[in-house]
């Protein structure tokens, strides 16, 4: 079975309502980095951490996988399907993906800030200030933050190396180290990048770059390779 590895960004929720980094109108036009996504951020001011994820958290409660996100389940008929995602939500799982890594965390879960092994389930959508872990410490969105190790890169390096096909879907691949996988990828695999505002890639042979939103260029993409 052909293997096909799919790295997903923020621009593939993007119509599923959840808004991306750096779009006009994105996250950062409303909030500093340094403030909400650094760790330093959250030694300053953990309230104001906690409201920024509490909000993202409300609203994808709300939010339901849009056709990007299923189009991809079906490519499960024919092919070994790994997807690798930056985002935080769990619309890939919610549309009914199999194998999802999660490079950055994932919104509906908290972790100990003394203990990276200690990460829960959260109920609902609210962290509070006074939640705490077993061992008695605050607990912290299971969010990567920048500046903080990623420690699933390995795992998706790996996954990039045995790509017979690899897609990437509404990601600015300005974000390292996951914006450096598709250096992973063989020069034999054919390469797709479905972002309406996508220019090309530095030193990739087979690329073929579909300007469409992701709803209208996944859906497409996949019909043609189950054919
Ligand atoms: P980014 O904001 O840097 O880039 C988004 C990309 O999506 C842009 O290239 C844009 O042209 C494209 N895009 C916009 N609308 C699109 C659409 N309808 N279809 C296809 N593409 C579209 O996001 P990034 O590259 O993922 O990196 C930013 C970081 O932000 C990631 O680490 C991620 O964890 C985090 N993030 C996650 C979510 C989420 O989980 N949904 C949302 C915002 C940010």
Redesign the pocket.
């Known amino acids: 079975m052909k293997k096909i590895v799919i790295l997903t ?7 599923s309502g ?6 006009s109108g ?2 950062w036009e409303e909030h500093r980095i340094e403030d909400v996504a650094t760790f330093d951020g959250w030694r300053r001011n953990p309230q104001m951490v906690l409201n920024f994820y509490n909000e993202r958290r409300k609203q994808l409660l709300t939010a339901q996988p849009n056709a990007a996100h299923k189009a991809l389940v079906r490519l499960e008929q024919k092919f070994d399907v790994q997807i690798i995602t ?4 769990d619309l890939h799982e919610r549309a009914g993906s199999s194998k999802v890594l999660h490079l ?1 965390g994932e ?1 509906k879960k908290v972790r100990s800030t003394v203990d990276d092994n200690l990460v829960y389930e959260l109920n609902g959508w609210e962290l509070k200030m006074g939640d705490k872990c077993e061992k008695g410490s605050q607990l912290r969105p299971h969010i990567v933050w920048f500046g903080e190790p990623v420690p699933m890169i390995s795992l998706a390096a790996k996954f990039a190396e045995q790509a017979d096909i690899f897609i990437v ?7 390292y180290p ?1 914006a450096g996988l598709i250096e992973y990828v063989p020069d034999s695999a054919s390469m797709f990048l ?5 220019h090309g890639l530095p030193f990739v042979k087979r690329l073929e770059i579909i300007n469409e ?3 209208i260029g996944t859906p497409s993409l996949v019909d043609r390779l189950l054919q």
């Open positions: 960004g923020a621009g593939i929720s993007a119509e959840l808004k991306t980094f750096r779009d994105g996250l930056q985002n935080v939500d950055h919104l879907i509404g990601t600015s691949l300005n974000v996951a479905i972002d309406p505002n996508a939103k992701a709803g």
